[in-house]
C-alpha cells in the first residue's frame, strides 16, 4: 500500500471514530430528566388489565348516562304570590336564595321566576319505583299550588306531594302512570363512597333538559346552612360536579350508574368554582320510607338548647375542669320536656350517650335524631365536677323549630346614643339598661342585668361573639344588677382565670360565653 493509500485509510478511521464518539457522547450527555421521566411514568402509572389491556379504564359515561336518563325528571312547580301586589323590585338571583352568612352564599337549584302573581318554577327529581314515586328537593316543591312532572318522553303528569323533610331539604312526590311501568334508577350506598370517587350529575339546570356532568367526591358530611336544613342532620356530600339553577332534586350517580345523593345547592362567590352539594342517598331513603309509610318524618328529641360556641372550647374545658373538650354544655332545658322530666339541667356537661363519647352539638344531635320517639338515651353528664348518669326517654322532634341546635349569634345594633358608665376588664364596655329597652325585653326594675356598648375586638369577648345591645345576666353565676357590681367582678377575677358569662340578646333565651381574663384590664 503506498503512502497515499494509507494516509486516506488513516483519516478514515479517525473520522468513524470521531462520529461514533459523537454518538456515544451524545447518549451520555442526554438530559437525565428524559429517561427519570419515563421511568418514572412507568412506574405511577402502569397499565391496567382491563379488558383491553391498553391503559386505564374510566366510568363508561356514556353508557351511564344512557341508561339513566329516561328515569330522570323535570318538575314544574306553579304557586300563588298572595303578596304580588307588593313591588320588590327584580332580583337577578330568581328564587335561588342566599342564607344568612356574612363571608358565605349557599344557593339551592332552585328555579328562576319573575316577581308575578302566578309563579312557575322548575327543578328536577328522578323516578325510584315503577309505579311513580319520585324523589327530589323539599324546596323543589314547596308552596305549590300545582306540581308538573315531565318526563323524558315528553309525557306531562299532574303531580301531588306525599311529604316533605325540611331538615334534610327532601321532598317525595308521586305521579300516576295509568297502569304504565316507568323507569326507575337504582339506590347505591353514599356511606362507602370516598373522596376522589367519580360521580355524575344529571339534572335540567336553566332550563336545559337532562343536562350530564361528571366529577369526584370533593368531601363528605358537609354541615352548610343550607335553607331549611339543619346542620347534624343533613350532612352532605360536596362534589365538584357541575351543578347549576334547576339541578334541584337531580340525581348524583356513581361509576355503576346508582343514585348516591340528590343534588341541592351550590356555593356562589367571585373565587368560587366547582362547590356544589348533595344530600346523601342513605338519609334520603331512610326519610322517603317514613314519609311514605306515615307522611312525615319522626327524630328523636330531647329538649334542650346546647351553647353557642359548638362543643366545648379550652377555656370551657378549663372553667369545668374537663379532661378534654369532647362534650356539650346544656345552655337551656325546654320546660316539661323530655330532657327536664328526666332531670337534666342547665349547665351540665353531656359527655357521653349510650356509651359513646360526644364530640360537639351537631354530634348528640344527630345521635339523638337518628333514634325514633319514646326510645331511651343514656346520657353521662357532669354537673358540679361529678359524673351521673342520666336516661331520658325521648319526644318528637318539632318540625317548626330548632329547638336542640344553637341558639342565633348575637347581632350588631346600632348605638342609641346612651354614654357609657363603664370600660372595665375583659374588653367589654357596659352601661345602664336604658328603660325603652328595658321595657322592650320585658324586664322588671330589679331584674338583673347591664347592656354591652362596645367590645375590644382583639378581647377574648370579641372572639367569643359578644356584640354591643348584649345584656349581661351574671358573672361566674353572680347575677349583675348595676354596673358597679360588674366593676367589682372584673376587678375581683384572678388574672389567667376563665370567666363565665351569662348573656341574652333581644327575648332569647340566655346562654353563657367564656372568656380568659387577662392579665391587665383593658
Do not use: C
Request: glycine residues 12%; negative net charge; hydrophobic residues 40%.
Amino acid at each position: 500500500m503506498n503512502r497515499k493509500a494509507s494516509f486516506a485509510a488513516l483519516l478514515g478511521v479517525v473520522a468513524v471514530s470521531i462520529v461514533f464518539g459523537m454518538i456515544v457522547g451524545g447518549r451520555l450527555n442526554a438530559p437525565p430528566v428524559m429517561h427519570a421521566a419515563r421511568e418514572t411514568a412507568a412506574g405511577i402509572f402502569p397499565a391496567a388489565s382491563g379488558p383491553s389491556g391498553a391503559g386505564i379504564a374510566g366510568p363508561d359515561f356514556a353508557s351511564i348516562a344512557e341508561s339513566t336518563i329516561p328515569a330522570v325528571v323535570g318538575v314544574q312547580n306553579t304557586a300563588v304570590n298572595k303578596n304580588a301586589g307588593d313591588d320588590q323590585g327584580d332580583d337577578d338571583q330568581g328564587n335561588d336564595q342566599p342564607f344568612d352568612d356574612p363571608m358565605f352564599r349557599f344557593f339551592h337549584r332552585g328555579p328562576r321566576q319573575p316577581q308575578s302573581q302566578r309563579h312557575v318554577s322548575s327543578g328536577s327529581g328522578f323516578i325510584i319505583t315503577d309505579d311513580g314515586y319520585i324523589l327530589t328537593n323539599n324546596h323543589v316543591v314547596e308552596g305549590a299550588t300545582k306540581l308538573q312532572v315531565t318526563l323524558d318522553t315528553g309525557e306531562k303528569f299532574e303531580a301531588k306531594v306525599i311529604g316533605t323533610d325540611p331538615m334534610i331539604d327532601l321532598g317525595l312526590i308521586k305521579i300516576d302512570p295509568k297502569g304504565k311501568k316507568l323507569p326507575t334508577l337504582p339506590l347505591g350506598d353514599s356511606d362507602s363512597l370516598k373522596i376522589g370517587n367519580w360521580v355524575m350529575a344529571i339534572g335540567n339546570p336553566l332550563g336545559l333538559e337532562r343536562t350530564v356532568t361528571v366529577g369526584v367526591v370533593s368531601g363528605k358530611k358537609r354541615q352548610v346552612p343550607i335553607g331549611t336544613t339543619v346542620p347534624g342532620l343533613a350532612n352532605f356530600i360536596q362534589t365538584d360536579a357541575a351543578i347549576n339553577f334547576g339541578n334541584s332534586g337531580g340525581p348524583l350517580l356513581d361509576a355503576q350508574g346508582r343514585v348516591v345523593g340528590i343534588s341541592t345547592a351550590i356555593f356562589r362567590g367571585e373565587l368560587a368554582e366547582g362547590i356544589g352539594f348533595a344530600i346523601p342517598i342513605n338519609e334520603a331513603r331512610h326519610a322517603a320510607e317514613e314519609i311514605r309509610s306515615g307522611g312525615s318524618v319522626k327524630r328523636g328529641y330531647l329538649g334542650v338548647t346546647m351553647g353557642q360556641s359548638g362543643g366545648i372550647s379550652d377555656r370551657m374545658k378549663d372553667y369545668y375542669k374537663l379532661p378534654d373538650t369532647n362534650g356539650v354544655r346544656i345552655a337551656r332545658v325546654t320546660p316539661a320536656g323530655p330532657a327536664d322530666r328526666a332531670g337534666l339541667q342547665k349547665d351540665d356537661i353531656v359527655r357521653k350517650i349510650d356509651g359513646d363519647v360526644v364530640k360537639d352539638n351537631q354530634d348528640l344531635q344527630s345521635r339523638v335524631a337518628a333514634h325514633k320517639p319514646g326510645e331511651t338515651v343514656k346520657l353521662d353528664v357532669v354537673r358540679a365536677g361529678e359524673t351521673k348518669r342520666i336516661d331520658v326517654k325521648l319526644g318528637t322532634r318539632p318540625v317548626t323549630f330548632d329547638e336542640e341546635g344553637n341558639e342565633s349569634k348575637p347581632k350588631s345594633n346600632d348605638d342609641e346614643g346612651e354614654s357609657a358608665e363603664s370600660m372595665q376588664g375583659l374588653g367589654i364596655k357596659v352601661q345602664a339598661i336604658p328603660p325603652f329597652l328595658r321595657q322592650r325585653l320585658e324586664l322588671a326594675p330589679g331584674d338583673p342585668g347591664v347592656m354591652i356598648v362596645s367590645v375590644d375586638p382583639e378581647s377574648d369577648a370579641a372572639e367569643e361573639g359578644l356584640q354591643p345591645q348584649a345584656i349581661v345576666l351574671s358573672v361566674n353565676d353572680v347575677p349583675v344588677k348595676s354596673v358597679a357590681e360588674w366593676n367589682k367582678m372584673v376587678r375581683d377575677l384572678k388574672p389567667g382565670t376563665t370567666a363565665k358569662i351569662e348573656v341574652r340578646v333581644g327575648k332569647a333565651a340566655s346562654d353563657v360565653v367564656f372568656v380568659t381574663v387577662p392579665q391587665k384590664s383593658k
